[in-house]
Nanobody, 120 residues
Framework: QVQLVESGGGLVQPGGSLRLSCAAS????????MGWFRQGPGKQRELVAA??????NYADSVKGRFTISRDNAKKAVYLQMNSLKPEDTAVYSC???????????????WGQGTQVTVSS
């Protein structure tokens, strides 16, 4: 079984910062892409940022404010969020594409989600 466990959400004032963390555990052979999605109130889920190797991808709305990084040894991905805006309020979910064996398929896994609220 593979689990993704997130931490770091909370309430922050506009202009503030938060750092989200996500760690994968379980029977893992290799982790390919790791990333963060979010779903705000009344909105569809959207990709915030993703990382594979040294290549990163960001939503236009967060470019220049958010930074994604990963620690392969810890099987972890992080999202540093700066200059937060009320429109960043959402449930943020960690996502990873993982193979459990050398010959296995690449499957998608999700964390349980962590709430980020930006409000004064």
């Amino acid at each position: 079984q593979v689990q993704l466990v997130e931490s770091g959400g909370g309430l922050v004032q506009p202009g503030g910062s938060l750092r989200l963390s996500c760690a994968a555990s379980g029977s893992i052979f290799n982790i390919y892409t790791m990333g963060w999605f979010r779903q705000g109130p009344g909105k569809q889920r959207e990709l915030v940022a993703a990382i594979r190797g040294s290549s990163t991808n960001y939503a236009d709305s967060v470019k220049g404010r958010f930074t994604i990084s990963r620690d392969n040894a810890k099987k972890a991905v992080y999202l540093q969020m700066n200059s937060l805006k009320p429109e960043d309020t959402a449930v943020y979910s960690c996502h990873a594409t993982i193979s459990r064996t050398a010959w296995g398929t690449r499957d998608e896994y999700w964390g349980q989600g962590t709430q980020v609220t930006v409000s004064s």
